[in-house]
């Protein structure tokens, strides 16, 4: 029997996340999401997932201090990242371009994570005519991808915002990008390699590039009032509704859950709220549309709604909402690898033959000639 998509086959066991998709419920290291991400670290997190369990204060304060040290880009990768700029590249191509330079000077998990926030925010500088600027050591990892980006220092609630952003995405079972970096891993590869892969399959739009089109479309309502007029009309057109609907959760996201309470709080604090309630109103006729119009499909708000809500009350731009996610699950990444190798044997699925059997050679010069187009695969 075929499973298309690999859907309902257990490839692996693991210890860093458990997602139930029936209760709506996602678990990180033992952690329910909305535990974690609120009040971690991402330092914090990251050590978590390598390590099982909390640091110390002592380990904390090491790891980030190493994590720090090695934020610097090799003059090699600015230089590509400049080339990148110059040729207008998408973010996420400039990303997995300038993060296979990383192993120039060092292939450890630490300066994949520590680099590649510096990777995005040098390139985002670049393409906007600005100098990149040099990280900052006595910042954390959440603060100091802020600061470069900006040249100014963060204020504590957009710390916050973020942080808890990167919390809540770090790890999610074995998706398709953890998966590739699995697979990767598990024919004895380097880290790099495995973080390019994953780099690849998260830029896909089906995995890790639907939050801007989710902002885009809360934008082209405008009011609330225009909500079910324009859901309904994209409904029978029969366009996706990007933020609903998930392929493992038929409830609501948990992740949505808690970057919802992470955006009201920032929106709250910036004193400007009508975003927010424009966003809520929206995802509450989109979810009565869905199921007037596809009952029983229980597709329910996942977690690009509410990223796209968090991020832009960041003040960052669409562009780099892709980018973002991914310096968060390179942490994953690495700790799947780590878990992969542990008890690795290589992962190599069977496929069922439907081509055409028994064909007989035929010269060239006897064949007929085909048009270009329909030669091509």
Not at 258 to 263: D, E, G, I, P
């Amino acid at each position: 029997m075929v499973n298309s998509g690999l859907e309902g086959i257990v490839a692996a066991t693991t210890r860093l996340s458990l997602v139930d998709g029936e209760r709506g419920e996602l678990v990180i290291a033992g952690f329910q999401v909305g535990e974690l991400a609120a009040r971690s670290t991402f330092e914090e997190t990251t050590w978590l997932l390598w390590h099982g369990d909390l640091p110390s204060r002592q380990q904390l304060e090491t790891f980030s201090a190493e994590l720090a040290a090695q934020r610097a880009l090799p003059d090699a990768t600015l230089a590509l990242l400049r080339d990148c700029a110059r040729a207008n590249v998408d973010p996420m191509d400039a990303l997995r371009i300038a993060t296979g330079t990383i192993s120039l000077v060092s292939d450890d998990e630490r300066a994949i994570v520590a680099r590649m926030p510096t990777i995005v925010a040098a390139f985002q500088r670049l393409r906007q005519g600005n100098e990149p600027l040099a990280p900052r050591l006595d910042f954390g990892h959440a603060a100091n991808f802020l600061y470069m980006l900006s040249g100014e220092t963060p204020d504590a609630e957009h710390v916050r915002g973020l942080e808890t952003y990167l919390n809540t995405v770090v790890d999610h079972g074995l998706n398709a990008s953890t998966f590739t970096a699995r697979v990767i891993t598990s024919t004895g590869s380097d880290l790099v390699s495995a973080v390019v892969g994953g780099l690849g399959a998260l830029k896909g739009p089906l995995h890790g590039g639907a939050p801007g089109p989710a902002l885009d479309m809360v934008f082209e309502i405008g009011e609330a009032s225009r909500a079910q007029e324009v859901l309904r009309r994209k409904i029978e057109a029969g366009d996706k509704l990007m933020g609903f609907g998930h392929r493992v959760y038929k409830v609501r996201d948990p992740r949505a859950d808690v970057l919802a309470a992470a955006a009201e709080r920032l929106y709250t604090r910036a004193g400007d709220m009508s975003l927010y309630t424009l966003a809520r109103s929206v995802e509450a006729t989109a979810i009565r549309l869905l199921e007037e119009y596809k009952p029983g499909r229980r597709l329910q708000t996942n977690v690009e709604f509410y990223t796209a809500l968090l991020l832009h009350g960041l003040g960052l731009e669409t562009a780099l909402f892709t980018p973002i996610f991914a310096i968060s699950r390179v942490s994953g990444w690495i700790a799947h690898a780590f878990e992969q190798r542990r008890t690795n044997r290589i992962i190599r699925p069977q496929s069922e033959y439907s081509g055409p059997r028994d064909r007989k050679w035929v010269p060239l010069a006897e064949r007929p000639e085909a048009a270009l187009a329909q030669s091509r695969p």
